[in-house]
Antibody
Framework: QITLKESGPTLVKPTQTLTLTCTFS??????????VGWIRQPPGKALDWLAL???????RYSPSLKSRLTITKDTSKNQVVLTMTNMDPVDTATYFC???????????????WGQGILVTVSS | DIQMTQSPSTLSASVGDRVTITCRASQSISDWLAWYQQKPGKAPKLLIY???SLESGVPSRFSGSGSGTEFTLTISSLQPDDFATYHC?????????FGQGTKLEIK
């Protein structure tokens, strides 16, 4: 059974750096093809893909946010960490992490999602 | 960048209705498209992948079709549990792009 859970601060100040952790179970980032992604959703708005990391440490970022994002993994802890620098009130959103089954086949969608964590950016 | 546009933004329908939601890509994406259902305060749930493949456990009243730039999600007979927001998503190895969402409301 695959589960993911996001953790981190729920309130950050403008200009601060946000660090979110996705802790997962039921799969391993040592398995070929597997990936974990981060997606956010401002209140009442659309989903917005942020970043992906794969089993081989390949990383992909949203072009519009690339300069502010870093994604890393700790395979031994079954964790993926996302950092976002220079936070602004427009970054207020629910942040989700999600499992990508197998990038080496056609299974490049997100099939399991965490519950999400609402991060508010305010002074 | 590829843009995904859903229509309509809001759809009002009744239990038992057949409904269709459309998603258009700004350029051809083959069949690299997924559909998700999201309820308030919850994470999205995968319904359809590769444009028309039904995810395991998803009721057969949901179906997807299309390729290239135009795609549809059809619910053949709306059930009370289906009132939610639906998102399309283009995916490939390098990026993911979501549509703006379609809210399906009770008429």
């Amino acid at each position: 059974q695959i589960t993911l859970k996001e953790s981190g601060p729920t309130l950050v100040k403008p200009t601060q750096t946000l660090t979110l952790t996705c802790t997962f179970s039921g799969f391993s980032l040592r398995t070929g093809g597997v990936g974990v992604g981060w997606i956010r959703q401002p209140p009442g708005k659309a989903l917005d893909w942020l970043a992906l990391i794969f089993w081989d440490d390949d990383k992909r970022y949203s072009p519009s946010l690339k300069s502010r994002l870093t994604i890393t993994k700790d395979t031994s802890k079954n964790q993926v960490v996302l950092t976002m620098t220079n936070m602004d009130p427009v970054d207020t959103a629910t942040y989700f992490c999600a499992h990508l089954p197998n990038t080496r086949s056609s299974k490049r969608y997100f099939d399991y999602w965490g519950q999400g964590i609402l991060v508010t950016v305010s002074s | 960048d590829i843009q995904m546009t859903q229509s309509p933004s809001t759809l009002s329908a009744s239990v038992g209705d057949r409904v269709t939601i459309t998603c258009r890509a700004s350029q051809s994406i083959s069949d690299w498209l997924a559909w998700y259902q999201q309820k308030p305060g919850k994470a999205p749930k995968l319904l359809i992948y590769k444009a028309s493949s039904l995810e395991s456990g998803v009721p057969s009243r949901f179906s997807g079709s299309g390729s290239g730039t135009e795609f549809t999600l059809t619910i053949s007979s709306l059930q009370p549990d289906d009132f939610a927001t639906y998102h399309c998503q283009h995916y490939n190895s390098y990026s993911h792009t979501f549509g703006q969402g379609t809210k399906l409301e009770i008429k």
